[in-house]
């Protein structure tokens, strides 16, 4: 029998080798992805990069131990999180992102298997986008109910404008009723959605107006350009005179994060209060609205 030359041996013999330490591979194509193992990469850094968790990123590849080599192709499990990419632009910290994506910061360097704020322009990040469970849902199940059955005109809406009613009495009837007659306003309600003080209707009750169904421009602000491009929301009640409810308040932050976060997963919401779109005009919604807690909610 002639004698396999030396270096071919060797050759095979590494390769037999690395077969015998290479861990067992689960492909599941049906609910995840494929990662490439690069260098210096470790389990929890990929697992926290695609928002699994090491046991999930073990049990989808066949793995006993945390042994794994560069250039090993990993099955990514579905983990239920949705992702979107960010190109951090000049002037942008983690935090402001953040914010402007309904996340926190925590979340966002999870998601990018990194350890610090440090960002630089160009660089692309992973946004976690998350949902909420029907039944963790207190307020805005019948928003969520409506809007499944319209088509939400997602390259429209730019902002979200939180507003007061002035007044401790109505609700979106009763406002819509006094716009179409004093205001002349052909569409009527002016704002996208209303939420009741308990007087008209609930405490926190979310009254979904028309012009979110038709998904048409708002008239709440003096701005037509505004209007076009942003979704009004009406706290009943004069909050220059007094602090809205908890309630009020619960189910406004449950509006604004579901709209962000859900409806409008993928794309930069801004969010604002009337008088900081119609400056010197108004003091809508009020001194006693937690305007600056809502900015450090939502940026």
Not at 49 to 75: F, M, P, T
Request: hydrophobic share 35%; aromatic share 6%; charged share 25%.
């Amino acid at each position: 029998m002639p004698r396999m030359p030396r270096e071919r041996f060797l050759r095979l013999g590494a390769l037999g080798l690395a077969g015998l330490f290479l861990p067992r591979l689960v492909v599941r194509a049906d609910d995840g992805t494929e990662y490439v193992v690069r260098s210096g990469d470790t389990l929890s850094v990929i697992a926290r990069r695609h928002g699994v968790s090491v046991a999930e990123l073990r049990e989808a590849n066949g793995l006993r131990g945390d042994r794994i080599l560069v250039g090993q192709r990993l099955n990514i499990p579905a983990s239920g999180v949705a992702y979107i990419n960010h190109t951090v632009q000049r002037g942008e910290t983690l935090s402001v992102i953040a914010r402007r994506y309904g996340v926190t910061v925590a979340e966002v360097r999870a998601a990018n298997g990194i350890s610090s704020d440090l960002i630089r322009p160009g660089q692309e990040l992973r946004i976690p986008q998350k949902t909420v469970s029907p039944a963790a849902r207190q307020f805005s199940r019948g928003v969520v109910e409506a809007t499944r059955r319209i088509t939400v005109d997602k390259s429209r809406w730019q902002t979200i404008v939180g507003h007061h009613s002035g007044i401790d009495r109505g609700n979106a009837a009763s406002y819509d009723r006094f716009h179409r007659r004093e205001r002349r306003m052909e569409n009527g309600l002016a704002y996208h959605f209303v939420i009741g003080n308990g007087r008209d209707s609930g405490d926190g009750e979310i009254e979904i107006g028309d012009r979110w169904l038709r998904q048409i421009q708002g008239g709440h602000v003096r701005t037509h350009a505004v209007n076009m491009t942003s979704i009004g929301i009406c706290v009943v009640g004069n909050f220059e005179t007094r602090r809205p409810s908890v309630r009020q308040m619960a189910a406004f932050r449950e509006l604004v994060d579901y709209l962000r976060n859900e409806v409008l997963a993928g794309k930069p919401v801004n969010f604002a209060v009337h008088r900081e779109i119609d400056r010197n005009h108004t003091v809508c919604p009020g001194r006693f609205f937690p305007t600056a807690a809502m900015h450090r909610r939502y940026g």
